[in-house]
């Protein structure tokens, strides 16, 4: 075995180890495990504070790096699990509504916020922290529902659809802003029109590649049926996971795109020739790898916080105003709701969590450069990381409030 092959396998296991940890201390005391798997990451990162440099090898590990993004292809794909074509165009209007002022009203309040504390940002920098701004995390907030037992109730139901259809309109956003940052790397502006084509492309995949699969996947499931070996069910459906990720790549998007339109179309009615073979569901059959994998991603958010930048007032000013900007901005999709039966401040508080794609957007903008700098620095993406902690932490008690202030209220049905 060699040197480099022993230290990574080393390192793996003490951060595996650590996340997981960590991620059960933090779910025991009433909170997502990504903010435990995140805090390892910060911890490690800012070792170097103590005279401790082990994050730089980490940092400088190839190995490190590739498993950490497939863990967040996956961490995608599973939210496209957890999701359906049927779900999303089930959900009503409402839901669209409260969806489209969701991201919106933040980012447009991000965008004053930035350019007025940091005039000098390009505008890609500005566009790339409103648009950490605008999705909601659909784990965090479906977790609390399940755990109050309020799944069912209208707002919830209103809050989990609305939070789906974000995600799906937050990846068209980072794929435009992703596109604007080329365009400016490569010395042109980006154009009307060739913005519309960028976010025509984002749609025309999203919908290409749900149309498509749709229609393919049911085929390919049936003939991987055919074979007896252990395990053909979940290399069937990370073959298309991958697939659909390299041609998200292909046309320019973000693999990530591929990976949640994969997701959305893997719908069980594709498994169940898989069923006459005693296999568990996609998403059993799924859970052990993400389970590994995925919490190495959020570590390797973390190795990016810089703890000194705590010591800095412009970065906790900003992170202050980004938060004021992300739960403020989440309030007014309230009024995205028209029946004055449902709770307006209880869908607004339930969309307030930024969790894991807040950190997606804002790890993304400090990968790609504009003029040989991040379009991200290390101090922005201190402050994201702050953002997407604190409406993490502050979510899961103000929707249990505030659905617990509805428990004896039976709300109607929602108008079209």
């Not at 103590?50 to 950490?68: H, I, T």
């Not at 950490?132 to 784990?139: C, D, I, N, R, Y």
Request: contains cysteine; neutral net charge; glycine residues 12%.
């Amino acid at each position: 075995m060699t040197s480099s092959l022993g230290n990574t396998l080393v390192a793996l296991t003490v951060l595996l180890v650590a996340a997981k940890a960590m991620g059960e201390l933090f779910e025991r005391l009433g909170q997502p495990a990504v903010i435990g798997e995140l805090l390892v990451g910060v911890v490690l990162g800012n070792l170097h504070l103590a005279g401790l440099d082990v994050a730089e090898p980490l940092r400088a590990s190839p190995v490190f790096e590739a498993v950490a993004g497939i863990g967040l292809v996956l961490l995608l794909f599973e939210v496209g699990l957890e999701s359906s074509v049927g779900q999303m165009l089930g959900v009503g209007r409402a839901a669209f509504r409260v969806a489209a002022l969701g991201v919106i009203a933040p980012m447009a309040l991000g965008c004053l916020v930035v350019h007025c504390y940091r005039p000098e940002l390009p505008i890609a920098g500005v566009l790339f922290v409103a648009a950490t701004l605008a999705a909601t995390s659909v784990g965090i907030t479906a977790r609390v529902y399940k755990d109050l037992g309020a799944v069912d109730r209208v707002e919830s139901r209103i809050v989990l659809g609305a939070a789906v259809i974000d995600d799906v309109m937050g990846l068209v956003v980072l794929a435009t802003v992703q596109g604007m940052v080329a365009a400016a790397a490569g010395g042109n502006d980006l154009q009307l029109g060739e913005l519309a084509v960028i976010v025509g492309k984002a749609v025309l995949f999203l919908v290409g590649a749900i149309v498509l699969g749709s229609r393919i996947a049911p085929r390919l499931f049936r003939a991987a049926s055919i074979l007896r070996v252990r395990g053909m069910l979940l290399v069937t459906a990370l073959a298309i996971c991958f697939l659909t990720s390299w041609l998200a790549g292909a046309a320019g998007l973000s693999p990530i795109v591929g990976a949640f339109a994969a997701g959305l179309v893997l719908d069980e009615v594709h498994f169940r020739d898989f069923a006459s073979h005693g296999t568990r569901s996609l998403a059993d059959e799924a859970r052990p790898l993400s389970t590994v994998l995925v919490p190495l991603f959020f570590v390797r958010m973390g190795l990016g916080f810089d703890l000194r930048a705590l010591a800095h007032t412009d970065v906790l000013g900003l992170a202050a105003l980004l938060c004021a900007a992300a739960i403020v901005g989440k309030q007014l999709c309230g009024f995205g709701v028209r029946d004055p039966a449902v709770d307006r401040l209880a869908i607004g508080v339930g969309m307030i969590p930024r969790g894991e794609v807040g950190l997606i957007v804002a790890d993304a903008g400090r990968r790609m450069t504009l003029g040989g700098r991040p379009v991200i620095d290390d101090a922005i993406f201190s402050a994201v990381v702050l953002v997407v902690l604190v409406t993490t932490l502050i979510a899961p008690p103000l929707v249990k409030k505030t659905l617990q202030r509805q428990q004896e209220k039976t709300p109607c049905p929602i108008h079209p």
